[in-house]
């Protein structure tokens, strides 16, 4: 179906699939083909017995893998709360998690997006999508971090065990996903 629907598209168009997931063998690589790139959510909980760090961990590679091959990679994040815990449990059995600050949940996503961003990959830090109930609709606002210069990156990420760094020409980044902690360090930040 897929393999048709790539031809019916024709190539003019661009097709994304909500693919990549650490759940299944190839993490979705095995099914990436007939698509131009994936939009990715939900990959920091654990699942099929795994730990969150491992289902994340299996993830990020096939991002990057994925983004290395020419893929448009939507890397979404949200600012709330998420679960944390084994997503194939019973409900009431999962539980939920949250960020200390926004500020610290925003410098983790931006994080780990740049530990795998290629050419053709993009990043929305979100609170949902909707325009109403009340939302802050960060994905509307321009935060300050948008307009640094990050330059190339010097090279692709780095991983000892659960920690990630990445050099770009005016940033230095370090995620350590089983802390749930990242830093960037920009080298020519205009405040």
């Not at 109930?133 to 190339?152: C, F, H, T, V």
């Not at 005016?170 to 930040?189: P, R, Y």
């Given at each position: 179906?897929?393999?048709?629907?790539?031809?019916?598209?024709?190539?003019?168009?661009?097709?994304?699939?909500?693919?990549?997931?650490?759940?299944?063998?190839?993490?979705?690589?095995?099914?990436?083909?007939?698509?131009?790139?994936?939009?990715?959510?939900?990959?920091?909980?654990?699942?099929?017995?795994?730990?969150?760090?491992?289902?994340?961990?299996?993830?990020?590679a096939a991002i990057q893998s994925a983004a290395r091959s020419g893929k448009i990679i939507?890397?979404?994040?949200?600012?709330?709360?998420?679960?944390?815990?084994?997503?194939?449990?019973?409900?009431?059995?999962?539980?939920?998690?949250?960020?200390?600050?926004?500020?610290?949940?925003?410098?983790?996503?931006?994080?780990?997006?740049?530990?795998?961003?290629?050419?053709?990959?993009?990043?929305?830090?979100?609170?949902?999508?909707?325009?109403?109930?009340?939302?802050?609709?960060?994905?509307?606002k321009d935060i300050p971090e948008y307009q640094y210069p990050l330059g190339a990156p010097?090279?692709?990420?780095?991983?000892?065990?659960?920690?990630?760094?990445?050099?770009?020409?005016?940033?230095?980044?370090?995620?350590?996903?089983?802390?749930?902690?990242?830093?960037?360090?920009?080298?020519?930040?205009?405040?």
């Amino acid at each position: 179906m897929m393999k048709q629907l790539r031809a019916d598209a024709g190539s003019e168009s661009l097709v994304l699939a909500n693919i990549i997931r650490a759940r299944f063998d190839d993490a979705g690589l095995e099914y990436i083909e007939p698509f131009d790139g994936s939009y990715t959510e939900g990959f920091e909980h654990a699942v099929k017995g795994m730990t969150r760090e491992d289902y994340m961990a299996k993830g990020i590679a096939a991002i990057q893998s994925a983004a290395r091959s020419g893929k448009i990679i939507a890397f979404t994040m949200t600012k709330g709360s998420y679960t944390d815990t084994d997503m194939d449990m019973e409900p009431g059995q999962s539980s939920s998690k949250e960020f200390t600050s926004p500020a610290n949940r925003f410098t983790y996503a931006l994080a780990l997006y740049l530990i795998c961003a290629e050419p053709y990959s993009y990043f929305m830090f979100n609170d949902g999508y909707g325009v109403d109930n009340g939302r802050s609709m960060i994905w509307m606002k321009d935060i300050p971090e948008y307009q640094y210069p990050l330059g190339a990156p010097i090279g692709e990420a780095t991983q000892k065990g659960y920690v990630y760094k990445r050099e770009f020409q005016h940033a230095k980044v370090t995620v350590d996903i089983k802390k749930e902690t990242a830093e960037i360090i920009w080298k020519q930040a205009t405040q």
